[in-house]
């Protein structure tokens, strides 16, 4: 079936760690997001890709970083310059403005 | 940016029809989405509506889209128990984002029997 995974499901960060939060869609979608999502709020966009080495900052990318080497993966990484990291983590892909398809999401916990 | 604005939270009876409201901020949006999020899950499209429609009906689902007033409803007709969970509204702002979507913060549905 066609979908996007997202691994781990649960997450824990000691500080001063970086941590990758892992993201791959077999849909063939050119373009991948990845939001941030905070108890009792909407999604706030965190970095984005509309093609294969290239992706740009969301409203609140200080502190993560992203890679897309292939046109499958998104990974996000959260470094210690986040100092309040602790959410859930969603990522999701699409063709244009075609809907967006998300993955089931990675909570990431501070130890 | 600005807020999409929804109302936090709702309350029906099994079997009565569910309305949740929505006001997006870009009236270039070109389209308009509901989501619905089930505890510690991620999003399932619900539906979504092009903007030069006005209602768009998807089996137990009526989205209603007023450009002028930039508000937009989801109807759920017969609402079960298993509708209990968390709509999203977002909209496809025409801002530096690329496709990427702006949200609202989410309408808790709460069905009870």
């Known amino acids: 079936d066609g979908g996007i995974t997202q691994s781990p499901k649960y997450l824990f960060r000691k500080e001063g760690q970086n941590v990758t939060l892992s993201c791959e869609q077999n849909l063939n979608h050119d373009a991948m997001y990845w939001y941030r999502q905070d108890p009792g709020q909407g999604l706030r966009l965190i970095y984005y890709s509309q093609i294969v080495n290239d992706f740009q900052k969301g409203d609140i990318a200080e502190g993560y970083s992203v890679s897309r080497e292939k046109k499958e993966s998104f990974p996000l990484t959260v470094t210690s310059a986040q100092k309040n990291p602790t959410a859930f983590y969603l990522c999701?892909?699409?063709?244009?403005?075609?809907?967006?398809?998300f993955g089931d999401g990675t909570r990431l916990s501070i130890l | 940016g600005e807020d999409v604005e929804q109302s936090l939270f709702l309350s029906v009876r099994e079997g009565d029809s569910s309305v949740i409201n929505c006001t997006y901020t870009d009236s270039s949006s070109t389209y308009l989405y509901w989501y619905k999020q089930e505890p510690g899950a991620g999003l399932q499209l619900l539906t979504y509506?092009?903007?030069?429609?006005d209602m768009k009906q998807d089996q137990r689902l009526t989205v209603l889209l007023n450009k002028k007033d930039k508000h937009l409803s989801l109807r759920i007709a017969d609402t079960q128990t298993g509708d209990s969970a968390i709509y999203f509204c977002?909209?496809?702002?025409?801002?530096?984002?690329?496709?990427?979507?702006?949200f609202g913060k989410g309408t808790s549905l709460l069905v009870t029997p």
């Open positions: 977002a909209e496809t702002p025409n801002s530096n984002s690329g496709y990427a979507l702006n």
């Open positions: 999701a892909s699409s063709w244009g403005y075609q809907p967006q398809h």
């Open positions: 509506i092009f903007s030069n429609m």
